[in-house]
T-cell receptor, first 114, second 111 residues
Framework: EAEVAQSPRYKITEKSQAVAFWCDPI?????LYWYRQILGQGPELLVQ????????DSQLPKDRFSAERLKGVDSTLKIQPAELGDSAMYLC????????????FGQGTRLTVV | AQRVTQPEKLLSVFKGAPVELKCNYS??????LFWYVQYSRQRLQLLLR??SRESIKGFTADLNKGETSFHLKKPFAQEEDSAMYYC?????????????FGEGTQLTVNP
């Protein structure tokens, strides 16, 4: 069964360092999402892509976060510099580009900033 | 702005008992509502969506637009139902499947 792949599963980084996460969506899914989930809270959308274009990045802290999906397939989310408050689970999801379709989630990357 | 509220962070019931996980939303338009579930050590996955009007694993959820609620119910809870449950909404057609989540309810079904 096709799944959304994310790497790494766990990442520990020091404050002020750069960190990057990778996501490979389900083949054929044009829409890709990055969510951040702080412990004890629900996931919050950071950025949504339609193919290689950003549809919504209104909640992305653009001073330190960046996201790209250059060829409209896999995607990278980067944080530079990392701050203690960035410690969270970063989830990637993908879906077909239609409303009410199921979003499929990856296992997530657990980031700890020390 | 849209908002999803799940008033109970923790819910504990005994096997065979009825269970209801509450979800309320605020949005001026006509959103689409979902329940997602995360079992231990597994990824977040769709449980059901209101537009399908289906029952999955014995769970049902009815959208009440007057009360802006989408509570999840099951008449007889099973131990394997223990998981984290998230209520979520999609604002409109242009949002695709862009989800706004509640904070989640951890359900524990005791033997």
């Amino acid at each position: 069964e096709a799944e959304v792949a994310q790497s790494p599963r766990y990442k520990i980084t020091e404050k002020s360092q750069a960190v990057a996460f990778w996501c490979d969506p389900i083949s054929g899914h044009a829409t890709l999402y990055w969510y951040r989930q702080i412990l004890g809270q629900g996931p919050e959308l950071l950025v949504q892509f339609q193919d290689e274009s950003v549809v919504d990045d209104s909640q992305l802290p653009k001073d330190r976060f960046s996201a790209e999906r250059l060829k409209g397939v896999d995607s990278t989310l980067k944080i530079q510099p990392a701050e203690l408050g960035d410690s969270a689970m970063y989830l990637c999801a993908s879906s077909l580009p239609v409303m009410n379709t199921e979003a499929f989630f990856g296992q997530g990357t657990r980031l700890t900033v020390v | 702005a849209q908002r999803v509220t799940q008033p109970e962070k923790l819910l504990s019931v005994f096997k065979g008992a009825p269970v209801e996980l509450k979800c309320n939303y605020s949005y001026s338009g006509s959103p689409e509502l979902f329940w997602y579930v995360q079992y231990s050590r597994q990824r977040l996955q769709l449980l059901l969506r209101h537009i399908s009007r289906e029952s999955i694993k014995g769970f049902t959820a009815d959208l009440n637009k007057g009360e802006t609620s989408f509570h999840l119910k099951k008449p007889f809870a099973q131990e394997e139902d223990s998981a984290m449950y998230y209520c979520a909404l999609v604002r409109n057609r242009a949002s695709g499947s862009r989800l706004t989540f509640g904070e989640g309810t951890q359900l524990t079904v005791n033997p």
